[in-house]
């Protein structure tokens, strides 16, 4: 491992700004990125509207400039709109899924962008409600109709990322599926038999060590299981009690993790996410991550 592996995912313009994106904040999102002292950054299409934030005259051309001037390069896109869509039990909104992460696969191709993911979901016709923890958190009180019904959706949700892989594939591109707590795809296991349908090296795993600690998922334990299908490990700090991306420290539980990708001499992108902090702290937050993880790299050498 080494010091560029260390990025901050789209999170961070997530934490000044929840929903509410435009050009002009991404691009001084890679300003502020570049002054805190990170390599990389993830964009992203948060909701259906946020399409037209790279349609717009120019958009793909100034993003570019900003991450040459700035040094911060592109590591991954994320066409997050599509995701819940991928995971309904109605066949048509998996085929407006599939339809928008086409889009979002053209719109990182634009950019040059080698790696596009998205994040697992539950079909949410069986949603009673969703976690307040962060704008389109996960599922807090959700069911399962029936055996046959969740082997029907598994079924199609399989078929619908097959889609989605064939279509990066067209492109060349690498596609990532992050794991999330109460989804369809919730952990290290559930993502290798979906591996396992597709058995495709262009398809690795978005790790995320908060939905790990929610379920008691051991990340390092995680980690050497996936190997060499994980691609992307987002982190941060965890309670282990809420989908709180927090303050990350220097724990045993980080330095494990770390030592674990040292291990299996991991290649990909590690990603700090944090939001759900005071606006104020957003800065530090990130610059001390980025201080922290590059201690820990070199502890673990």
Known sequence: MNTNQIGASAGYTFAYYSLDSSLERFLWS??????LGYKSYSLEILEPEHVALYRQKGAIEKLLARSKQSGV?????????????????RDERRR????????????????????????????????????????????????VPSRTAYDRVW?????????????????????????RANCLVWNADSF???????????????????????????APVAIKKLD???GILQICGTD????????????????????????MAFSGVIDVELYGMPTE????????ARVILEQQMAAVR
Not at 73 to 89: E, M, R, V
Not at 240 to 260: F, I, Q, V, Y
């Open 30 to 35: 890679i300003d502020r990125l570049g002054e």
């Open 73 to 89: 390069t592109f590591a991954s896109f994320i066409p997050y709109h599509c995701c819940t869509n991928l995971t309904s039990a």
């Open 96 to 143: 407006l899924g599939v339809q928008q992460f086409r889009e979002g696969v053209e719109i990182a191709r634009d950019l040059g962008i080698p790696l596009v993911t998205i994040a697992s979901d539950w079909p949410p016709e069986w949603v009673s409600s969703y976690s307040t923890d962060y704008a389109h958190a996960p599922a807090a009180a959700f069911d």
């Open 155 to 179: 079924s199609s949700y399989v078929a619908a990322i097959s889609e989605c892989l064939e279509i990066a594939d067209k492109h060349r591109m690498q596609f990532g599926l992050e794991p």
């Open 192 to 218: 290798l038999r979906m591996w396992d349908k597709l058995a495709s090296d262009r398809f690795s795993c978005v790790l995320d060590v908060m939905h790990c600690a929610y379920h008691r998922e051991n």
């Open 228 to 230: 060499s299908r994980l």
């Open 240 to 263: 282990g009690k809420s989908l709180s991306h927090l303050p990350l420290t220097d724990d045993p539980a980080t330095r494990n993790t770390l030592k674990a990708l040292e291990e």
């Open 281 to 288: 702290t957003i800065d530090e937050s990130y610059r001390q």
